[in-house]
């Protein structure tokens, strides 16, 4: 049922409904509409944002926003995609959930995904001596390289 109430609310706003499982929805939707759509999921029907994945495809960047529905354990997975491969951006959610702080943050530095009206874009997992512009987990990150730790150069 909230499968129907979900497509019928955001009628217009999505491309590519796709029920992969009985409790496993995926859809499209362009990045201007995200904090609307983001927004509908949440406050009017209740389901909540569990987390966020980010990848790197071939021509783009592509973020799939997890939303659950608690009463049934369906899953909304709402697919993101970003054309700029090299300055690539979106609206941050933080305004509407602020569990998306650290999860954005780490997508931020992960794959240099810029999250548009971001509180605090700073390092959460690598080190702030981590060089800028090096994102590994995009495809072109060197995998042989390495980075010497902060507590590695703390002898010299």
Do not use: C
Not at 28 to 47: F, H, P, W
Not at 77 to 83: D, T
Not at 107 to 121: A, D, Q, T, V
Not at 124 to 150: M, T
Request: aromatic share 12%.
């Amino acid at each position: 049922m909230i499968k129907e109430e979900v497509k019928k609310r955001l009628t217009g706003k999505f491309k590519d409904w796709l029920i992969k499982s009985p409790k496993r929805v995926y859809f499209v939707i362009d990045k201007k509409d995200l904090k609307e759509v983001a927004t509908i999921l949440y406050k009017d029907m209740g389901l909540r944002l569990s987390t966020v994945t980010g990848l790197e495809n071939e021509k783009n960047f592509e973020l799939i926003y997890h939303f659950g529905y608690d009463k049934s354990g369906e899953l909304f997975n709402l697919r993101v995609f970003i054309e700029d491969k090299i300055n690539p951006e979106i609206d941050s959610l933080t305004d509407i959930f602020k569990a998306s702080n650290w999860v954005e943050r780490e997508i931020n530095e992960m794959l240099g995904i810029n999250f548009i009206g971001h509180p605090n874009l700073n390092h959460l997992l690598l080190e702030d001596s981590w060089p800028k512009g090096e994102f590994p987990l995009r495809k072109d990150f060197p995998l042989k390289q390495s980075y010497p730790l902060e507590e590695d150069r703390e002898g010299e």
